[in-house]
């Protein structure tokens, strides 16, 4: 069975920084792509970045420059570091992976930008 935990998320104040974590299991992590998506109140889902097995990279227009994301394979878990954190960066943020055409989503982790 697929899972994908994240954690890291919490209040922090404009400027700051997060480093969020998602560890998967259930599946062989190694070979498929991880996103971040985020999802602010009243407004849709959408992507933050994303990771290929090859490392390559592509970002959301809105965090390039402040957000990398990463991954360790050894531990099966995708990273999102999160910089020069604003107020519209507020969300809750989901790790997502597609496997054999399923999207697979964990619970979310809050994230708020505020002094």
């Known amino acids: 069975q697929v899972q994908l935990v994240e954690s890291g998320g919490g209040l922090v104040q404009p400027g700051g920084s997060l480093r969020l974590s998602c560890a998967g299991s259930g599946y062989f992590f190694t070979i498929y792509t991880m996103k971040w998506y985020r999802q602010a109140p009243g407004k849709e889902r959408e992507l933050v970045a994303s990771?290929?097995?090859?490392?390559?990279?592509n970002y959301a227009d809105s965090v390039k420059g402040r957000f990398t994301i990463s991954r360790d394979n050894a531990a099966n878990t995708v990273y999102l570091q999160m910089n020069s954190l604003k107020p519209e960066d507020t969300a809750a943020y989901y790790c997502?992976?597609?496997?054999?055409?399923?999207?697979?989503w964990g619970q979310g982790t809050q994230v708020t930008v505020s002094s």
């Open positions: 997502n992976t597609r496997i054999r055409g399923t999207e697979h």
């Open positions: 990771i290929r097995s090859d490392g390559s990279r």
